[in-house]
């Protein structure tokens, strides 16, 4: 079976986040749920096609090799028969799909997450219609599978470089998934729940080497974060992206007016890893803020 995901759809409500998720049980049988605008597609693999190849599972798609994971430590039985339901994520080049038990629902959630327990391939859990449902980290599985483009890499965990960036969201959701993914690729991250959180964080710390800022935010918004941080005289070169999901022209235009370095959707996971990865692959001579 074939389904295109549907944009997220997220508002902020009383400190939860309405966001659509598809839910589905692993391999045996936990409760996992994940943002439906992460989902490329859903597909069905017949086990007798799934191979193994060098470290990973994998299952001929449209005329390659597509890589399969599953949840964990968790093992595709080999007494299994049939067809197995498949999650098929895509970054616009890269994909590859996670075998479950079954797909469960697609339904709208207010989120409350929990911390997750430093469980690796979990951001957090939450109670979707009752059931504690884990939330899958769909950065820690890229991870594994293209460590050279997301940094899973124990050197580049440790940060050696030593960036550091400042995620500004209003939106607990959103916190933690652009955190998850930064993450993955090496930096060291801090959060911020608006602009006046993220003020009072770079006048106390001053050391961050890349912000990354929603637009629509209480008490100090985005478009005031970045007027303070242009006139900061240690911050003004440092590189600040703005995540928001108006993207149209004339919202554009005006950010880069004021100041952003570039204006991202926050739901394009493929554009804001490669746009952070060119910015600071250059930032020792734009941003240098030592010259």
Known sequence: MKEESDQIHLASTAGHDLVKMLTFKTLTG??????????????????KDIETSG????SQYDGGLLPLMVWGSEQLSPDKQGSIPTILFSDGSRTFGLLVDSIMDVSEEELAI?????????????????????LMDVYHFYGHLYPEIYGILTASRSNPNGKRVLVVEDSQFFRKLISSLMESLGFTV?????????????????????????IEMPRMDGWG????????PEMRGVPVLALTSLNG????????????????????????????ERIMSTAGVSYDRSA
């Open 249 to 276: 022209p004339e919202a554009v235009k005006k950010g880069k007016e004021r100041g952003f370095t570039d204006y991202l959707v926050k739901f394009d996971k493929h554009s804001v890893a490669s746009t952070v």
């Open 114 to 134: 929990e911390e997750s327990l430093n469980v690796p391939g979990i951001y957090g859990v939450s109670i979707i219609r009752g059931v504690t449902t884990e």
């Open 30 to 47: 936990r409760p996992c749920a994940v943002p439906l605008s992460l989902v490329y597609r859903l597909e069905e693999f017949n086990v």
């Open 190 to 214: 801090s959060c911020a729940v608006d602009g006046q959180d993220a003020w009072q964080k770079i006048k106390t710390e001053r050391k961050f080497d890349l912000v990354l800022s929603d």
């Open 225 to 232: 974060l970045v007027t303070r941080i242009r006139e900061h």
């Open 55 to 58: 470290r990973h599972l994998v």
